[in-house]
Each structure stands twice: as C-alpha cells, then as structure tokens.
C-alpha cells in the first residue's frame, strides 16, 4: 500500500470487494479507513486466474499511480501486467504498454527521470526477449527493447510496435525511434526518426479572441487564438469587417498595411491585428468582425 500526501491509503491485493462494495486489486481509504468513493476503478484487475494478483504501486508526484502485477486487463483494456491509473482509478490511456509483458510484473520503481523499472517472472515485454527486468518509458507509449545477436548470429530481426487509437478527438501525434547500439555495435544513418501518426478523428477547428490590449494613441492589438496544437502554426483568415473603426496588419507593435478586403490572411505569425476604433464605438457589436483558422 501507499500513503499519498493527502493521508488518503492506496491499498493493492488479490481481494474482489471492500466493505461490500466492488474494487477488484485496488481500492482507496479516506484517512479514516473509510471507502474513499472518488476513487472509482471499474471492474478493476482481472488476470489468467480468479485471484488476480497485485503487488507493485508507485505515486507519481502528479498523482497518478502505477501499478504492477499478475493481470491482463484492467477494467475490461489490455494490460499486460503494468497499468497506470488517473488520481480518480480511472484507467491513463496515454500510459500504453502495448503488449506488454508476457508473464507476472512483481514489483516496480520509478526513476528520478520519469523512467519506470519493472521486475517479475517474465520474459518479454512488447515481444521483445527482456529477462525478468525492463525499464519502460513512463511519458511516452513504447517500452525501451533491447535486440541482441549472439556470436555468430546474422540472422534478422524485427520490433512490432502496436499503435492503439484511444477513440478521443486529437490531433496527429509523433513517435520517435533511436537506436542505442552497445557492445562495440554501430548503426547506420539514420540513427534516431520521428514519424508522424495521423489521426483519424482531428476536432473541429475552433478559433476564438485571445486578448485584446489598447495603445496610448487608442488603437487596440488583438491576438487571436485557436486550438490548433502548438506544433502547427496557425493561419488565421479574415472573413469580415467591423461597420466601424479600420483594421491594420500588426507590424512589430504598429499599424502595417490596412486590411480593406476580405478574404484576407493574416500576417503576423502570432495572430495579432491593430484595430483603430472610429470615436464612441469602442465595446459595440460595431468593432466586431469575423475570423476562421
């Protein structure tokens, strides 16, 4: 078990309920031993035999809980005996282990760069031969595989990286492989490549007034913003005109060129414009004009 730094107890077993009520391996304790009922993880672990085990837990310093043992699911979602857990016991998709590992996680430990070391009786995890200790990667979504020929071996070899969508509208997403060679190995150029996996269910683009800051001789600077992810640039494109006051491409804090037509990209790469409000109409639906990204 773990005390988190709120008193609350996380408490891991091979135990189906607790004061009648459902927690499959895990449960959590208010300070005073009772059910803490904001802490809800489902139908819990399940594992190759009825008494499914779980023995290894560590908080991480955000809260969320990674949790080892002797299971294959976790509320009906694969997971080959390592899980991670939101602070509430619902599951952390972004902690996906793949495969997994092939046999019982007995134990874990965190590592001071977020790294997390597992040990038990297996002896692969995500495919990959690892005798009984591997460390994987805690912010990312791949173990970290070592490929090994023995003396006289050319044979080839081959790494099966499953990518899982987790059904939520996001944006395209990056993985990136290195190749670490030791022993007097050497790899070939490239060593280390990003590949882009791309989402089949990006959100609507939605674009939105960011902030609007006045000048001393009465213009205003308005940035404009979007959820656009901060790995894309956007483009924001006028689509129309306020009835009064003019409207100025930003040029390093001052009017550039008079924006007069619409449709009309915006130049400054961080989405800002100058407005010159005619007299009176500063704060009437007249200073309003329409953008998309």
Not at 100 to 123: C, K
């Amino acid at each position: 078990m773990r005390v988190q730094p709120d008193g609350k107890v996380v408490a891991t077993g091979s135990f189906s309920t607790f004061n009648g009520q459902p927690r499959r391996g895990i449960t959590r304790l208010n300070s005073d031993g009772t059910l803490d009922l904001a802490f809800n993880p489902g139908t819990g672990f399940a594992g190759p035999v009825p008494t499914t085990q779980v023995t290894g837990i560590a908080l991480q310093p955000d809260g969320r809980l990674v949790i080892s043992g002797d299971f294959t699911r976790f509320n009906d979602v694969p997971r080959g005996g390592i899980a991670r857990l939101n602070a509430d016991g619902s599951l952390d998709s972004s902690f996906e282990p793949a495969s997994g590992a092939n046999g019982y996680v007995i134990d874990l430990a965190l590592q001071p760069d977020g790294t997390i070391v597992i040990g038990g009786d297996f002896t692969s995890v995500n495919g990959t031969p690892q005798g009984r200790l591997a460390r994987l990667q805690g912010n990312e979504t791949s173990a970290t595989p070592t490929v090994v020929w023995q003396a006289g071996d050319v044979g080839e070899r081959s790494i099966v990286l499953q990518l899982v969508n987790d059904g939520l509208p996001e944006w395209d997403e990056t993985l990136v492989l290195a190749f670490t060679p030791s022993g007097g190995a050497t790899v070939g150029e490239p060593a280390r490549m990003t590949l882009t996996i791309q989402s089949v269910d990006r959100p609507d683009l939605v674009a939105t007034p960011k902030s609007i800051t006045g000048e001393e001789n009465g213009d205003l600077v308005i940035q404009l913003s979007s959820n656009m992810p901060a790995t894309e640039p956007a483009l924001y494109r006028l689509t129309s005109l306020p009835e009064q006051g003019r409207l100025f491409q930003y040029d390093n804090g001052n009017r550039g060129a008079e924006i007069s037509s619409v449709p009309t990209l915006v130049s400054d790469p961080e989405g800002r414009l100058i407005f010159a409000p005619v007299p009176d109409t500063i704060g009437t639906p007249y200073a309003s004009f329409g953008f998309e990204v």
